[in-house]
């Protein structure tokens, strides 16, 4: 770990009833760093102006910055132009606009669409909204009982439903299991068959090198939120060949290049997706949280040493509960095959959203932590197929970033410990 990282983040300073904050929320959404909330408050301050619209020196100076925070992200996860980014508000607008358009436009009734078991609800929910209406088949990669994605069930669905098979869109790195798919391997398959292979990076983002021309995804989602950029960021990536055949999403200002009363010509890519008035501060602190992240993983000695960061949290934890009966981890149990994610279970113990009745509330461990400053997270995760596929009831989630340390890991295990031992 980087020295004095934690204090680019002032939350981090934060007490709560005289405890410090011990921050494990990651995956939810990460902290900012002061350089961004500074970046923030510099747009505010001197170039708050709308877009693409007026001609004065701040709007030009702004919609500049727009552009270049574009180029900045095509950079970032080395797309081949900035016309392959779309700006959206986070991964779930990302998703919901492929299905919407790329769906809608080349799904019919017969044909399949292939998710995964462990899904994030926003790569389920669109799909079957548009299901409703067209009437295409949905099959879900299974979860081994590893908690690996069968790919032999989808290299045996591609020869038997062949051109059927028509999009594929899977998680990167699962947000509950922690545990990262072979999208590589997915795309080739998806690909022998003319399918397109979409990929949600919300969890990868943070934690790993992403390079979408070296994974050859047709497209790549991911939320700036949770790689220490403001809420209201998201990036879509989508090849520019197929792109620029999509109709757009949402009609309005700035996504047209002309209107009459009985038609309109939609703007190039990528700015025919983005209509309306953007969160426009958020987008453009999205480029300068990207170069803020790039220098930090330089400074720590490259990506691989992110890696070795993030398993030795997991690692941690895992040691600081080895041989303890009561907690029951989901998914793998060796750090080393887990990102930045360790989902688990208390025996005897149920959370927000349990189905069953279970002896005891959870809800009293999560009160606990909460009050001594420890921020963790209790329920489905947004992915219950996931949990119903195990017969899990919902799990409580430690998820780390780059500012957490092996002290945090101790804290909260040893509050967890106190928490269920009192409780019994
Ligand atoms: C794997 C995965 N996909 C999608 C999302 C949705 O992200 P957002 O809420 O930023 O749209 C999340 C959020 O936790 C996630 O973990």
Not at 88 to 96: A, I, K, Q
Not at 406 to 423: G, H
């Amino acid at each position: 770990m980087l020295k004095n990282i934690r204090d680019q983040f002032p939350i981090l300073k934060r007490k709560i009833n005289g405890k410090r904050l011990v921050y494990l929320d990651s995956a939810a959404t990460s902290q900012k760093p002061q350089f961004v909330i500074d970046s923030i408050s510099e747009y505010y301050k001197k170039y708050n102006a709308n877009i693409h619209r007026s001609s004065h020196v701040i709007a030009k100076e702004a919609t500049t910055m727009w552009i270049d925070s574009h180029r900045k992200v095509a950079n970032f996860i080395n797309a081949d132009s900035y016309k392959e980014i779309v700006f959206v508000r986070n991964s779930t607008e990302g998703l919901n606009l492929i299905a919407n358009t790329y769906g809608r436009q080349n799904l019919k009734g017969g044909d399949i669409v292939v998710l995964s078991e462990m899904e994030h609800h926003s790569n389920i929910v669109p799909w079957l909204i548009l299901q409703k209406e067209i009437g295409f088949d949905i099959k879900y990669i299974p979860v081994s009982e590893e908690y690996d994605l069968d790919i032999g069930w989808l290299k045996e669905l591609i020869k038997n439903g062949g051109s059927r098979v028509k999009i594929i869109s899977v998680v990167h790195i699962s947000n509950v299991l922690g545990t990262i798919n072979p999208v590589k391997e997915i795309v080739e398959i998806g690909h022998s068959v003319g399918a397109f292979v979409m990929v949600d990076g919300a969890q990868s983002i943070p934690h790993i090198k992403v390079d979408v021309r070296d994974i050859g995804c047709d497209a790549f989602v991911f939320s700036g939120h949770k790689v220490y950029a403001p809420t209201g960021s998201g990036v879509l990536y989508c090849k520019e060949s197929i792109l620029g055949e999509l109709n757009p999403f949402m009609g309005g200002g700035e996504m047209i290049l002309s209107v009459s009363k009985d038609s309109f010509e939609a703007n190039d890519i990528p700015w025919r997706f983005e209509a309306g008035t953007p969160d426009i501060e958020s987008g453009i602190c999205l480029g300068s949280a990207l170069d803020w992240f790039e220098n930090v993983v330089k400074e720590m000695g490259g990506w691989d040493k992110l890696r070795e960061h993030d398993v030795e949290l997991l690692d941690a934890l895992f040691n600081e509960f080895d041989g303890i009966e009561w907690f029951k981890v989901f998914g793998k149990s060796s750090a080393k095959e887990r990102y930045g994610v360790l989902a688990f279970n208390i025996e005897g113990f149920s959370f927000k959203g349990c189905k069953e009745k279970v002896k005891m509330d959870g809800s009293s461990i999560v009160e606990y932590l909460s009050k001594r400053g420890i921020a963790v997270r209790e329920g489905f995760h947004c992915a219950e197929p996931l949990h119903d596929r195990f017969k899990v009831g919902p799990t409580m989630r430690v998820s780390v970033g780059i500012y957490n340390t092996k002290e945090d890991i101790q804290v909260f295990a040893k509050t967890l410990k106190e928490a269920v031992l009192s409780s019994y």
